[in-house]
């Protein structure tokens, strides 16, 4: 009896994880659906709540929202954790942080009211619809711009560097002749001036500290026309590599007899995987039979 309840058990559980972590059956889809649909509808609560001159009752209305969502959300975070096999290891993945996130906001904005506004992290969740409408082809492309970032991520430390000593230079520089010499105001301190340098090199231009001699003005310029190196620079390296990238992954794909595909929606209960091709059965990474749809 006690073996026929355990496996009664893990159907149950295995159904659940289905409905939950997959997207291939009507069940599923329709979970998921659901569940954009009320992402969507907590961010827009959390957004529209900022607004002033809402009516009392509208207040109340988005307070009393914000409760039904994250309710939801918590239910819904600790089913995530009873369906799957290893629950440390999905609370620590990407999408189980950010599902953490999504509901710790409301918690904690009961003692710090403020925090309530980084509710709006749940539109990060929405992430889920590149798996859930089979859209892996754009989560592979993701991959060559990370990977981009990556391999470029030396020649970004050394430009970072040199424009980090730049600021530096040109903040003091400015502090002696606008600080000091013409006793500007607005350059009050090398950290003050240094803020300055920064907004100016990357075009921002705040304008709230402005020089007042003509040899400030001229460095101004001159940092001015600076700033386009520093936005081309890194833009330029990035870019490089993805081109790179691009080449080598097409290369690699002619040598390939079949390019594995991952556009199905199957995740396994065991290791959180869901890079599978069409037809896998069972888990590359760790070997767990995967839960395949009754259509298949």
């Given at each position: 009896?006690?073996?026929?309840?355990?496996?009664?058990?893990?159907?149950?559980?295995?159904?659940?994880?289905?409905?939950?972590?997959?997207?291939?059956?009507?069940?599923?889809?329709?979970?998921?659906?659901?569940?954009?649909?009320?992402?969507?509808?907590?961010?827009?609560?959390?957004?529209?709540?900022?607004?002033?001159?809402?009516?009392?009752?509208?207040?109340?209305?988005?307070?009393?929202?914000?409760?039904?969502?994250?309710?939801?959300?918590?239910?819904?975070?600790i089913l995530r954790l009873y369906v799957v096999l290893?629950?440390?290891?999905?609370?620590?993945?990407?999408?189980?942080?950010?599902?953490?996130?999504?509901?710790?906001p409301t918690y904690i904005g009961y003692f710090v009211?403020?925090?309530v506004a980084l509710m709006s992290f749940r539109a990060?969740?929405?992430?889920?619809?590149?798996?859930?409408?089979?859209?892996?082809?754009?989560?592979?492309?993701?991959?060559?711009?990370?990977?981009?970032?990556?391999?470029?991520?030396?020649?970004?430390?050394?430009?970072?560097?040199?424009?980090?000593?730049?600021?530096?230079?040109?903040?003091?520089?400015?502090?002696?002749?606008?600080?000091?010499?013409?006793?500007?105001?607005?350059?009050?301190?090398?950290?003050?001036?240094?803020?300055?340098?920064?907004?100016?090199?990357?075009?921002?231009?705040?304008?709230?500290?402005?020089?007042?001699?003509?040899?400030?003005?001229?460095?101004?310029?001159?940092?001015?026309?600076?700033?386009?190196?520093?936005?081309?620079?890194?833009?330029?390296?990035?870019?490089?590599?993805?081109?790179?990238?691009?080449?080598?992954?097409?290369?690699?794909?002619?040598?390939?007899?079949?390019?594995?595909?991952?556009?199905?929606?199957?995740?396994?209960?065991?290791?959180?995987?869901?890079?599978?091709?069409?037809?896998?059965?069972?888990?590359?990474?760790?070997?767990?039979?995967?839960?395949?749809?009754?259509?298949?």
């Amino acid at each position: 009896m006690a073996q026929v309840e355990d496996q009664k058990h893990n159907g149950a559980r295995e159904k659940l994880f289905e409905i939950i972590f997959e997207a291939d059956t009507p069940w599923g889809k329709a979970f998921d659906v659901a569940l954009l649909v009320f992402i969507i509808a907590s961010v827009l609560v959390v957004i529209f709540e900022t607004v002033a001159g809402w009516s009392p009752e509208m207040i109340r209305f988005f307070h009393i929202a914000e409760w039904v969502f994250t309710i939801f959300f918590t239910l819904e975070y600790i089913l995530r954790l009873y369906v799957v096999l290893k629950p440390i290891k999905y609370a620590t993945s990407f999408y189980g942080i950010i599902d953490l996130l999504a509901i710790l906001p409301t918690y904690i904005g009961y003692f710090v009211p403020s925090v309530v506004a980084l509710m709006s992290f749940r539109a990060l969740r929405l992430l889920r619809v590149f798996r859930i409408f089979k859209l892996g082809k754009f989560l592979k492309e993701s991959e060559v711009i990370v990977k981009a970032l990556k391999d470029s991520r030396q020649k970004i430390a050394v430009f970072l560097s040199f424009v980090t000593l730049m600021v530096i230079i040109i903040g003091s520089l400015m502090y002696v002749i606008e600080g000091g010499i013409a006793d500007n105001p607005k350059f009050s301190s090398i950290p003050t001036s240094i803020y300055w340098a920064i907004v100016t090199l990357t075009t921002v231009g705040y304008g709230d500290i402005v020089p007042t001699t003509p040899i400030g003005q001229f460095i101004s310029a001159i940092v001015m026309i600076l700033g386009y190196a520093v936005i081309a620079v890194p833009t330029g390296i990035v870019s490089a590599e993805i081109v790179e990238g691009s080449k080598k992954k097409k290369k690699k794909n002619k040598t390939k007899l079949h390019e594995e595909t991952w556009l199905n929606t199957q995740m396994c209960q065991s290791c959180g995987d869901d890079r599978h091709s069409d037809d896998a059965f069972y888990c590359k990474t760790c070997g767990h039979t995967l839960n395949l749809s009754d259509e298949e």
